[in-house]
């Protein structure tokens, strides 16, 4: 079974910055994608970024480029996502979404792309 759990998230003023964790486990093959989304309250679920393990391919939503970062760690089975220049917009709950494959598929911040979600951790930016 796989899980994901997210980590990192925390209290920051606009400009700061704030590193998120995804811890996953359960994947059975290296071919899988991992998804970070955010929501706001009030507010619909938004694709922040994504990354293929397999090949290290990303995505960026525009909101969010230039800004943040997408990494993974294969060994430690975790993939980071940097949070730089944050503003007060940014303050939400941001998710960890995956999805495995047979073989190495292109990565989507689309939220319908992925099966498994971890709980969430909170992001908020005072201003």
């Known amino acids: 079974e796989v899980h994901l759990v997210e980590s990192g998230g925390g209290l920051v003023q606009a400009g700061g910055s704030l590193r998120l964790s995804c811890a996953t486990s359960g994947f059975i093959s290296d071919h899988y994608n991992i998804g970070w989304f955010r929501q706001a309250p009030g507010k619909e679920r938004e694709g922040v970024s994504s990354?293929?393990?397999?090949?290290?391919?990303?995505t960026y939503a525009d909101s969010v480029k230039g800004r943040f970062t997408i990494s993974r760690d294969n060994a430690k089975k975790r993939v980071w996502l940097q949070l730089n220049n944050l503003k007060p917009e940014d303050t939400a709950v941001y998710y960890c979404?995956?999805?495995?494959?047979?073989?190495?598929?292109?990565?989507?911040?689309?939220?319908?792309?992925?099966?498994?979600w971890g709980r969430g951790t909170q992001v908020t930016v005072s201003s």
């Open positions: 990354i293929s393990n397999s090949d290290g391919r990303t």
């Open positions: 979404a995956g999805r495995e494959y047979g073989s190495p598929f292109p990565p989507s911040h689309e939220s319908y792309e992925y099966d498994y």
